[in-house]
C-alpha cells in the first residue's frame, strides 16, 4: 500500500494534464487524470474491506450508511469518467458525506415516542449549544403539575396520551419546536423576547381538556419563562431552575406564568447551599441531638422525651 501511494504520489505530480474547451464543454484527461481515477478506486475498495471486516467496530446501521454513501460517489465518479463533460466530482463528494451525515445523525433518535416531540436529548443538545454560544434566548417551559395524579388515577398509558393532546394543542398556536424536555414538562425556544408575548396570550386560552375513559381531566400548569444566559449560563443552570420549580416552587392555583428573577434564583441557591450543608454534616458528624423532656402533669414526673437535632454549624 505505501509503495501503491508513492507512485500514486509521483504520478499525480510528474504526469501530464491534457485540457479540453469545446463548445460549452472544458474538461481534464489524460495519464494524471486516469492516475487520479485509479487512486480512488483503490481508496474506495479500501474503505469498503476495511468497513465490512468482521472484526469493524461499526454498528450494523452505520456500515449501510458508509456502504451507500461511498455507492453513491462511485455511480457518480463512474458517470462523469464515461462524460467527462458532465463535472459532477464536487456534487458526487457532497452528496456522499451529506447522506452519511444525516444517517449517522438519526432524526429518530431525537423524536419522542410518547408526545411525538423532540425528547431531551434534543433539549440537551439545543440548550447546550445556546448556552456555550452566549446567543440570548428564552425559554417557555409548561410544567404540568398533575401528571402523577393522572398516571394512578387513569395509568401510564392514558397519562402520557394526556401528555400528547397537551403538546398538539400547543403545537397549533407556534411554529416554534417544542421539546419533551422532562417527563411532565413541555419546552419552547424563542430567539426573540417579542415572540413571547403573543406566545403565552395563545397559550392561556387554549383549553387543555381531554376525555379519558369517560373521565374529562383539566391539567394543572404552570407556565415558566426565563432569559437565558442572563439567569441560566450553562445548560446544568436550565436543569436546576426548571427542576427546582418542578419539584419545590409553590404557587397559587390563579397564578400560571412565573418569570424567573433574582429572587427566585437567589431562593435556589439558598436551597442548594443548605442542601449541601445538610450532606456534609450527614458525612462528617455534623449533626448533635437535644432530649427535650415531656412532662406528665397526671403523674407528674418526665414521662419521655423529644429528640430535636441541631446542625453544628457556626
Known sequence: VAESRHRTTIMVIFAPLYYHIGYGAKYSYGPMANTVYVSVAIYVSLIFIRINRKNANLAREKKRSINLGVSIWVTIAIYQFIHPTALMSSLSVMLMVLFIYLSFE?????????TGKLNRRAF????????????????????FRDM??????????EAYDTLHKMSDLVNDITRSRIYHSRSDTLSIMFSKKEKIGKFLEKLQQLNFEYNAKDIIIHPKYLILVMECPKYAETSDNVY?????????????DKEKILYVGEKLINQIVY???VEKMIEEAVLNDGFEV??????????KKIASAEALVRLKDT
Not at 402523577?148 to 398509558?157: E, K, V
Open 271 to 273: 436551597y442548594e447551599t
Open 240 to 252: 436546576k431552575v426548571v427542576d427546582y420549580v418542578r419539584n419545590e416552587y409553590h404557587m397559587e
Open 106 to 114: 438519526n432524526p429518530k433518535e431525537y423524536f419522542d415516542v410518547e
Open 290 to 299: 437535644y432530649y427535650q423532656p415531656i412532662y406528665d402533669v397526671k403523674r
Open 148 to 157: 402523577d395524579n393522572i398516571q394512578n388515577l387513569l395509568g401510564h398509558t
Open 124 to 143: 440537551h443538545l439545543v440548550t447546550e449549544e445556546l448556552t456555550e454560544s452566549k446567543r440570548a434566548f428564552f425559554m417557555v417551559s409548561i410544567i
